[in-house]
């Protein structure tokens, strides 16, 4: 059993779900992203930084972290989190759907 912590762009949630579900029926404890309820509300500044500084905790706990990079697209903040994550020495995996 590991902790796994997803992540990716928001307009790949769709996969993001199916694949933690998939993970977790291998028996493992996966951690997504906060998905906005409200998907016409935008969110402040400082709630996107809250949310960023949340999800790089979630990394925190992780023994690994899951690369959803569909049509290999992998924006400026899951770089980020690579780069976290890589600085952790945590395992990277990647799901490259299309």
């Known amino acids: 059993m590991k902790i796994i912590t997803l992540c990716g762009s928001m307009k790949y949630k769709k996969e993001m779900m ?7 029926l291998k028996g493992n404890i996966v ?3 906060a998905y906005p309820v409200d998907e016409n509300k935008n969110y402040s500044l400082d ?4 949310l960023s500084k949340v999800h ?5 706990l992780s023994d690994t972290i899951f690369v959803v ?5 992998i ?3 899951t ?4 780069e976290y994550a890589q600085s952790l020495n945590k395992e990277i995996m990647y799901y ?3």
């Open 47 to 50: 709630e996107m930084e809250m």
């Open 75 to 77: 924006g400026k903040s």
């Open 31 to 33: 951690l997504t992203p």
């Open 56 to 60: 790089k905790e979630k990394i925190n």
């Open 69 to 73: 990079n569909v049509n290999n697209y």
């Open 18 to 24: 199916e694949l933690a579900i998939e993970l977790q």
């Open 96 to 98: 490259e759907g299309e």
């Open 79 to 82: 770089k980020s989190e690579i």
